[in-house]
């Protein structure tokens, strides 16, 4: 490497591309606008602490805002079902969620196995505008309820929809059902 890597342009293209504020990545780093600013028009240079707030801040790896090559990066990661991580689990009311999907994808796209046991309920808040979730169902049937709209669907069926108004996955059978769910964060262009 012949120069110092631009870590302040890598900063603002990993920003921007999340559609990040630079408010909203100083809260979530705890670094000031005012040098989030300075640091992404490379008028000053951060300390390796620093930098690693805004990795974090970013959710990315430190190695991420010190790349110099501007080609994609191919991805290949498996995560074996007998491992741990990233294996976070959630148990309320008789639904049971598993987060499938690496933390570094959080907000952009989530997987989730979701078990629900009979005669429970998953109820929702709206998400982001735009945002949808996609439903596989894996095991038994559900019926998920969105806005007026609801639909009862079961083993082998898929349904996709907006998930930024109130929404809801039930198993009102006598049966377990478990279903697959991907959701994907998007900014509503309307």
């Not at 110099?68 to 995560?79: G, M, S």
């Not at 046991?117 to 735009?130: D, I, R």
């Not at 669907?153 to 907006?162: A, P």
Request: charged content about 25%.
């Amino acid at each position: 490497m012949d120069t110092p890597p631009m870590i302040g342009k890598n900063i603002q293209r990993l920003r921007t591309s999340r559609k990040l504020t630079l408010n909203v990545l100083s809260e979530r780093s705890g670094v000031s606008k005012a040098m989030l600013s300075q640091i992404e028009s490379d008028k000053v240079n951060p300390t390796v602490a620093t930098v690693w707030k805004i990795a974090r801040g970013l959710n990315v790896e430190l190695n991420d805002l010190l790349d110099t090559d501007d080609q994609p990066k191919r991805v290949f990661t498996l995560n074996p079902a007998g491992e741990e991580a990233p294996k976070l689990e959630t148990r309320e009311n008789g639904v049971s969620i598993r987060i499938l999907s690496p933390l570094n994808m959080v907000e952009e796209l989530e997987m989730y196995l979701v078990s629900f046991e009979p005669h429970s309920k998953l109820a929702s808040e709206p998400h982001y505008p735009g945002t949808q979730e996609f439903l596989t169902v894996v095991k038994g049937a559900v019926k998920v309820q969105v806005g007026e709209n609801s639909a009862e669907i079961r083993k082998g069926d898929f349904l996709v929809y907006h998930c930024d108004i109130e929404h809801s996955i039930t198993n009102e059978s006598n049966q377990p059902a478990v279903v697959h769910m991907v959701v994907r964060f998007t900014v509503d262009k309307h």
